[in-house]
């Protein structure tokens, strides 16, 4: 027998965010790279390619399709979210978020009209709403040419909330390191937004092209980015999915920076498109080994 999954959708009339005409104008053009986005999700089980794109108060836009790996899927917005911290963004200079989602082989012209093609997921608005409330969530208008512009906070009425702390991350003591793709690990380490845990980890790929990629934890009530996950992410939305090494840094003081568990999937991921990767973990005594990655076992322990 089959049940259909087909759920009665309540629409609220929510109050919309006044926006110059030059906001409606740069929103617009987030649609468009959110629909762009979705041509490099990575999406075999669910079949079900998002695009998101997060605009910054700078100009700059990031962007990401969903990336299933493994039952486990990254959602595109809590990517885009970590691509922009990864990059050095705060959280309250998060300014926009549009999604946009369509079967593979789509998207066909009825997709741009159908406003739940354009709405983030619970779980990811819970993510966004943690992250920034006064973020704005655009979704095209019915008319295909307009925006609607809401706040994030206004999106998600009665929210689950907790007090947490958000412990400054540490410095990272070596992030001058000689080798250029650890001390990119170790500034994105120091840009992880780890409330729940305050266990920051940082991550970073250099692709056979030599271009470097990173990655970091990002927690909220709803997701945890895994940050070697979200590096590889990273890389392969650019196209380029070939790694050639790959750095985890976890932890918080010198030696004490092993990351407490490494991501199967994202390893096996790894191993299966680059069997000549290697890996680079730090020591627990202050230093880094560097190791083949079908040598790294799939879970680690912390030495502290
Ligand atoms: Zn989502």
Known sequence: MQISTQLPVHRHQLSQVQCSPEERHQYRDLVDRAVEARTHAFAPNSHSMVGSAILAKDGKVYSSGNFELTPYADHGEQLAVAFALADGQSPKDLKACAVFVAKEGGPT??????QGNMTSCGNCRQAIFEINPDMHEVLLASDGMNVEVYRAGDMLPHAYHRERTLLPNPASPTSDNPDPLIAQALIARSRSFVPRTNEPVGAAVETVDGHIYTGIRVETSSFSTQAERVAMANAMMHGENQIKRMVIVGGGSPGGEVPRRVSWDALQAVAQQSPEAQVTLPDGQG??????????????????
């Open 109 to 114: 012209p009825e997709d741009f009209h159908k």
């Open 287 to 304: 230093g880094f080994v560097t190791q083949s990655i079908k040598d790294v076992p799939g879970y680690l322990l912390a030495h502290s």
